[in-house]
C-alpha cells in the first residue's frame, strides 16, 4: 500500500526567508502525482502545486517549487520569500494514475508552518 | 468560494440526536469524498462515491450513512455518534478520470459530540 510520510511536525521560517518541507512517499508504482496542499485556519485545503511522476522537471507556482527525486521518492517543497499568509497546515499527497482505490488521493500528516515577521 | 460548499460550517450535537451534513459542487466532477480530519491524524478517507455510486467505505461505523443523490450533492447523515466522532468533516471533489488534477475540497464542518 502507498504511504506519505511528513517527518516535520512543526517548521518555522522569518518572513522573506526561504523555507523547505520534507515528504517522502512509498510507491511499487511508476505512473502517480504528487500533490502539496495547504490548509490555512480557515480550514479550506488548497492546492498549492503538483507533479507528474513521468516529468523530471520539478513543478513550479511563482514563489513555489518542488524538487521531485523520483528514485528516492522524495518530494519537497520549497516556499521563498515567505510570506504572513504562508503560515498554514501543509500536506503532501500521492494520486496513483489510473482508478480505483489506488487512485484515490493519500495524505501525510502534515507540517505546521509558522512565519515570524 | 472553491466551488464545493459544505454546510452547516459548526455543528454540536448530542449523542442521541440524528443530524446530517451537506456538500454540494458545481464543478461538473463525477466523484465525491467524504474525510475526517482529527487532531494529531492524518486525513482518513470515508467514503468514495464515483457517479453517484458507492465504491469506497473505508470501514466506517454504521453510525455514520453517507448519501448521493446525485453527482453534485453528498450527505452525511449521523446518528448516535461518540464523543471520539469530534472532528473536522471535509468533503472533496474530483473528476474521476483526471487524475493529475487533485481534488477540490470544501471548507468542512466542525463537529462536536457532546
Known amino acids: 500500500a502507498q504511504t506519505v510520510t511528513q517527518s516535520q511536525p512543526e517548521m518555522s521560517v522569518q518572513e522573506a526567508e526561504t523555507v523547505t518541507l520534507s515528504c517522502t512517499y512509498d510507491t511499487s508504482e511508476s505512473d502517480y502525482y504528487l500533490f502539496w496542499y495547504k490548509q490555512p485556519p480557515s480550514r479550506q485545503m488548497i492546492l498549492v502545486i503538483r507533479q507528474e511522476a513521468y516529468k523530471q522537471q520539478n513543478a513550479t507556482e511563482n514563489r513555489f517549487s518542488v524538487n521531485f527525486q523520483k528514485a528516492a521518492k522524495s518530494f519537497s517543497l520549497k516556499i521563498s520569500d515567505s510570506q504572513l499568509g504562508d503560515a498554514a497546515m501543509y500536506f503532501c499527497a500521492y494520486r496513483f494514475v489510473y482508478g480505483g482505490s489506488q487512485g484515490n488521493l493519500i495524505f501525510g500528516k502534515g507540517t505546521k508552518l509558522s512565519v515570524k515577521p | 468560494e472553491t466551488g464545493v460548499t459544505q454546510t452547516p460550517r459548526h455543528l454540536v450535537m448530542g449523542m442521541t440526536n440524528k443530524k446530517s451534513l451537506k456538500c454540494e459542487q458545481h464543478?461538473?466532477?463525477?466523484?465525491m469524498y467524504w474525510y475526517k480530519q482529527s487532531a494529531k491524524k492524518p486525513l482518513e478517507l470515508m467514503f468514495v462515491?464515483?457517479?453517484?455510486?458507492?465504491?469506497e467505505n473505508n470501514s466506517v461505523p454504521s453510525r455514520f450513512s453517507p448519501e448521493c443523490p446525485n453527482s453534485s450533492h453528498l450527505f452525511l447523515h449521523l446518528h448516535t455518534l461518540q464523543p471520539e466522532d469530534s472532528a473536522l468533516y471535509l468533503c472533496?471533489?474530483?473528476?474521476?478520470?483526471?487524475?493529475?488534477?487533485?481534488?477540490?475540497f470544501g471548507s468542512g464542518t466542525r463537529l462536536t459530540v457532546v
Open positions: 472533496a471533489s474530483s473528476h474521476q478520470e483526471g487524475q493529475g488534477h487533485g481534488y477540490t
Open positions: 462515491y464515483n457517479f453517484k455510486e458507492q465504491t
Open positions: 464543478l461538473g466532477h463525477n466523484a
